[in-house]
């Protein structure tokens, strides 16, 4: 029984490989990827998109697209604004406060 319990302890603690590390994140300051994962369903929702709509599925780190530079935008622009709610003591915003559901705003940003 003893043995058992060595073994169990040795291959929990050395035989199984860690969680890959999360890589290229440059706005969102996630630590656990459960964590990234529940905020990017919520993200995805909002926008009414599926994954490969920012990312190259076969490596979600890669920042070939487009629609992924934007975001990375669009994220940083609500933690801002997020600071700046929190600050004057209102609710948080998220996509959907602009998105509501729909891959771009119905009042998109003007054009410069």
């Keep these: 029984m003893k ?3 060595f073994i169990l302890f040795l291959s929990v603690s050395f035989g199984f490989p860690q969680k890959k590390e999360l890589k290229n994140l440059k706005v ?3 630590t656990k990827k459960s964590d990234l994962v ?3 369903k919520v993200v995805s929702k909002d926008l ?3 994954c490969n709509f920012c990312h190259v599925t076969s490596d979600y780190s890669i920042d070939k697209k487009d629609n992924k ?3 990375r935008q669009m994220m940083a622009m609500v933690q801002q ?3 700046t709610m929190n ?3 209102f609710h948080e915003i998220s996509c959907w406060v602009c998105h509501r559901g729909n891959e771009h705003p119905e ?4 054009k410069k």
């Design 3 to 5: 043995k058992i319990i």
């Design 38 to 40: 529940k905020y990017m």
């Design 48 to 50: 009414g998109v599926k």
């Design 81 to 83: 604004s997020n600071k």
């Design 69 to 71: 530079k934007v975001a």
């Design 107 to 110: 009042h998109p940003p003007k």
């Design 87 to 89: 600050d004057l003591n």
């Design 28 to 30: 969102l300051s996630y």
